[in-house]
């Protein structure tokens, strides 16, 4: 299994990460794990984790909750980050409405320049979408960047017109084991195979029969068993189709 989107620098990791890791590290079942950043100062915490752990892979970039505490230059840092070791791709960037504590057009303006850096190293994005729907997919669509949605939460009808006007996989996590979650298991029905990532987002969305534990990549298996039934095919199967997709996005991850 590979772990596409984790947040194991959060302190609720902090007090066990380096048995986590090293689980992770002698594990047969988890064969890479990416760490998803929320900010700068995030950012070089994810690199420093990924250089120092063979499984582990980087993404570098500002959350829409921390696109009011940039800093002068940070497009510069950001643009230097992204070259480092094990650095895949641009993330966790995108709109967060739901708290809305950032204003709106700071976060579009982040999500923007964020873009065109990821569109200038050619490198793909992790985006955070949280009921910014429509903002999200035209500011997507227009930056011409390839990517994924990660835990999307859209429709269908959103997904059908992201993947015929540019080059977008969807991710999904614990979210589907949920018993309220009918809408996204409709969505990952829906999904084609080929476009299909899954990830953890732990130390958050703990899948059943975990909810209410801390997530990591281990809890991950309940995620996969959920989606390849409702796929209608093996563990392994998923396993296998996943794991392309996720090369297949992320190119630099053969290259390290
Ligand atoms: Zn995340």
Redesign the pocket.
């Given at each position: 299994m590979i772990d596409t989107?984790?947040?194991y620098t959060d302190s609720r990791f902090r007090e066990d990460i380096a048995d986590i890791l090293s689980r992770i590290d002698s594990s047969d079942e988890i064969e890479y794990v990416i760490e998803?950043s929320?900010s700068i100062e995030d950012s070089i915490n994810a690199i420093e984790l990924a250089k120092n752990n063979k499984k582990l892979f980087a993404l570098v970039g500002i959350?829409p909750s921390d696109a009011d505490e940039i800093k002068v230059g940070w497009e510069d840092e950001l643009r230097s980050l992204a070259g480092y070791d094990k650095v895949v791709g641009i993330g966790?960037i995108g709109l967060d409405y739901y708290y809305d504590d950032v204003d709106r057009d700071i976060q579009k303006d982040v999500l923007k320049k964020q873009l065109s850096i990821a569109a200038e190293l050619e490198l793909p994005v992790?985006i955070?979408d949280r009921e910014a729907h429509k903002d999200v997919i035209d500011i997507c669509l227009e930056s011409g960047v390839r990517g994924v949605f990660?835990?999307y939460s859209g429709s269908i009808e959103s997904a059908k017109q992201l993947m015929s006007k540019g080059d977008w996989y969807f991710s999904f996590n614990g979210v589907v084991t949920f018993k309220n979650a009918s809408k996204v298991r409709e969505v990952v029905e829906f999904i084609p195979l080929d476009r299909l990532l899954i990830?953890t987002?732990c130390p958050?969305l703990t899948p059943v029969p975990y909810r209410g534990k801390r997530n990591d990549s281990f809890l991950m298996r309940e995620t996969f068993k959920a989606i390849a039934e409702i796929k209608g095919i093996s563990f392994e199967e998923l396993e296998r189709i996943t794991r392309q997709n996720t090369l297949r996005l992320f190119t630099r991850m053969e290259t390290f």
């Open positions: 989107h984790a947040h998803a929320t959350h966790e992790v955070h990660h835990c990830e987002d958050y």
